[in-house]
């Protein structure tokens, strides 16, 4: 058969992320992984047991949750934005989505028609880019000032407007880089936004978790703003909930609109387990979020100690939120590309055939260690490995013992 494809398919490229993971679980016995970025966390116990109580007894949670979600589940998170600083009605300008993830896809589809520019600080999380190009969008992109702690140049950002611009899209705190923008960068962004008439994507799947005093800022909190800010949030990493798939969109009502529209044809609404479960996490006690975060805080610690002891090898800036470190390789072996690498890049799009992709094969087939090729995140990202402190300590030690013996055999 001929197998033919939409154009839009085939600019899309498979995740790098999940691609290392994968040959990894086909190839690799008693791996380990700084790749995916899954906290190890288990569910709380009392999302559990508040859960297996709705299962029983509630008569719908086996039904659709029609509309922009479960209302009183939209009222409480408005809730949690309240105590941030932000004001929204939730029933007009909140729909709960699959996850941030899902979230972002529907509005960029619904807003982002083919030649569209967008503007991407970069590096940026890979899905941002995908999704883009997807729309039939062209990322611009603006790199981050990576001596300054990744800190976003926002002269670039408004030197790279022009006729064709319809949004801009942050990641705060970053994923892949591990920075937290501050305030006076974020509030220049949202005025070079709102002056041009530019959408503001702010994808804030990290915001509960950042470390040494610095805060996270929405631009949600800016009333003036408001209009064309587009804000994604998830409980999937503040309270273990990854694989529920559940987030919000938060938007003026026009956007809703278009966005719903969006979902209703793509996935018709959020599973309605996860919402009633994401219901139970924002009503119930928040002692764990605490916890995570200083457990978290001590795997950076370690995280940051190989590193230091990889100094020669690769350099890096100190991630101040999220749970990623984005190293630049400055030095690795002088030798030539395991056999089972060099086979498996051939089946990595062109583009992302880089020195950071070979390293990362390399790591995976030599050292069993899986880390993600930097250059999935955007150009700037070329020459990084995206390292995850998110596993277990003794992961993360193992990991860096086997790089550490390989890089120096």
Same mark, same amino acid.
């Given at each position: 058969?001929?197998?033919? +494809? @939409?154009?839009?398919?085939?600019?899309?490229?498979?995740?790098?992320?999940?691609?290392?993971?994968?040959?990894?679980?086909?190839?690799?016995?008693?791996?380990? @992984? #700084?790749?995916?970025?899954?906290?190890? +966390?288990?569910?709380? =116990?009392?999302?559990?047991?508040?859960?297996?109580?709705?299962?029983?007894?509630?008569?719908?949670?086996?039904?659709?949750?029609?509309?922009?979600?479960? @209302?009183?589940?939209?009222?409480?998170?408005?809730?949690?934005? %309240?105590?941030?600083?932000?004001?929204?009605?939730?029933?007009?300008?909140?729909?709960?989505?699959?996850?941030?993830?899902?979230?972002? +896809?529907?509005?960029?589809?619904?807003?982002?028609?083919?030649?569209?520019?967008?503007?991407?600080?970069?590096?940026?999380?890979?899905?941002?880019?995908?999704?883009?190009?997807?729309?039939?969008?062209?990322?611009?992109?603006?790199?981050?000032?990576?001596?300054?702690?990744?800190?976003?140049?926002?002269?670039?950002?408004?030197?790279?407007?022009?006729?064709?611009?319809?949004?801009?899209?942050?990641?705060?705190?970053?994923?892949?880089?591990?920075?937290?923008?501050?305030?006076?960068?974020?509030?220049?962004?949202?005025?070079?936004?709102?002056?041009?008439? #530019?959408?503001?994507?702010?994808?804030?799947?990290?915001?509960?978790?950042?470390?040494?005093?610095?805060?996270?800022?929405?631009?949600?909190?800016?009333?003036?703003?408001?209009?064309?800010?587009?804000?994604?949030?998830?409980?999937? %990493?503040?309270?273990?909930?990854?694989?529920?798939?559940?987030?919000?969109?938060?938007?003026?009502?026009?956007?809703?609109?278009?966005?719903?529209?969006?979902?209703?044809?793509?996935?018709?609404?959020?599973?309605?387990?996860?919402?009633?479960?994401? /219901?139970?996490?924002?009503?119930?006690?928040?002692?764990?979020?605490?916890?995570?975060?200083? =457990?978290?805080?001590?795997?950076?610690?370690?995280?940051?100690?190989?590193?230091?002891? #990889?100094?020669? +090898?690769?350099?890096?800036?100190?991630?101040?939120?999220?749970?990623?470190?984005?190293?630049?390789?400055?030095?690795?072996?002088?030798?030539?590309?395991?056999?089972?690498?060099?086979?498996?890049?051939?089946?990595?799009?062109?583009?992302?055939?880089?020195?950071?992709?070979? /390293?990362? /094969?390399?790591? #995976?087939?030599?050292?069993?260690?899986?880390?993600?090729?930097?250059?999935?995140?955007?150009?700037?990202?070329?020459?990084? /490995?995206?390292?995850?402190?998110?596993? =277990?300590?003794?992961?993360?030690?193992?990991?860096?013992?086997?790089?550490?013996?390989?890089?120096? @055999?």
């Amino acid at each position: 058969m001929d197998y033919r +494809f @939409s154009e839009r398919t085939e600019k899309l490229s498979p995740s790098l992320i999940r691609q290392m993971y994968n040959f990894a679980l086909e190839d690799i016995s008693g791996f380990v @992984s #700084l790749g995916v970025g899954v906290p190890s +966390f288990p569910l709380p =116990e009392h999302i559990s047991r508040g859960l297996a109580d709705k299962l029983r007894y509630d008569p719908n949670i086996n039904k659709y949750a029609l509309g922009r979600g479960l @209302s009183e589940l939209n009222s409480e998170f408005a809730k949690k934005l %309240k105590r941030k600083g932000i004001e929204i009605d939730s029933e007009r300008e909140v729909l709960t989505t699959t996850g941030s993830a899902g979230g972002i +896809f529907c509005t960029l589809m619904a807003l982002v028609a083919e030649g569209d520019e967008v503007i991407i600080p970069d590096p940026a999380y890979s899905n941002h880019i995908e999704c883009v190009r997807f729309a039939g969008g062209i990322p611009i992109y603006t790199p981050l000032i990576e001596n300054e702690e990744w800190r976003l140049d926002t002269e670039a950002i408004k030197n790279s407007i022009g006729n064709k611009t319809k949004a801009i899209v942050l990641c705060n705190p970053s994923n892949p880089t591990g920075a937290v923008f501050p305030e006076e960068d974020l509030r220049k962004v949202g005025e070079i936004a709102r002056s041009n008439g #530019l959408y503001l994507l702010e994808d804030n799947a990290y915001e509960f978790l950042t470390f040494d005093g610095r805060d996270h800022f929405s631009l949600q909190s800016v009333s003036r703003d408001r209009d064309n800010v587009i804000s994604f949030f998830t409980p999937s %990493k503040e309270h273990a909930m990854t694989g529920f798939r559940v987030g919000w969109v938060v938007a003026h009502p026009k956007v809703i609109d278009k966005v719903f529209a969006v979902q209703d044809q793509n996935y018709i609404c959020a599973p309605s387990i996860s919402q009633h479960a994401a /219901l139970v996490a924002l009503q119930g006690p928040q002692d764990h979020v605490n916890g995570f975060r200083e =457990e978290l805080a001590r795997r950076r610690e370690v995280m940051c100690q190989g590193l230091d002891n #990889l100094a020669e +090898f690769l350099n890096y800036q100190r991630p101040h939120g999220a749970y990623y470190v984005f190293p630049r390789i400055i030095r690795s072996r002088d030798t030539e590309i395991n056999e089972n690498a060099k086979r498996r890049l051939k089946e990595i799009p062109e583009r992302f055939r880089t020195r950071d992709t070979e /390293l990362a /094969l390399d790591l #995976l087939y030599e050292a069993g260690v899986v880390t993600v090729p930097g250059i999935s995140f955007g150009p700037a990202g070329e020459n990084h /490995l995206r390292l995850s402190f998110a596993g =277990e300590e003794s992961d993360i030690q193992e990991a860096f013992d086997r790089i550490n013996n390989w890089l120096r @055999s």
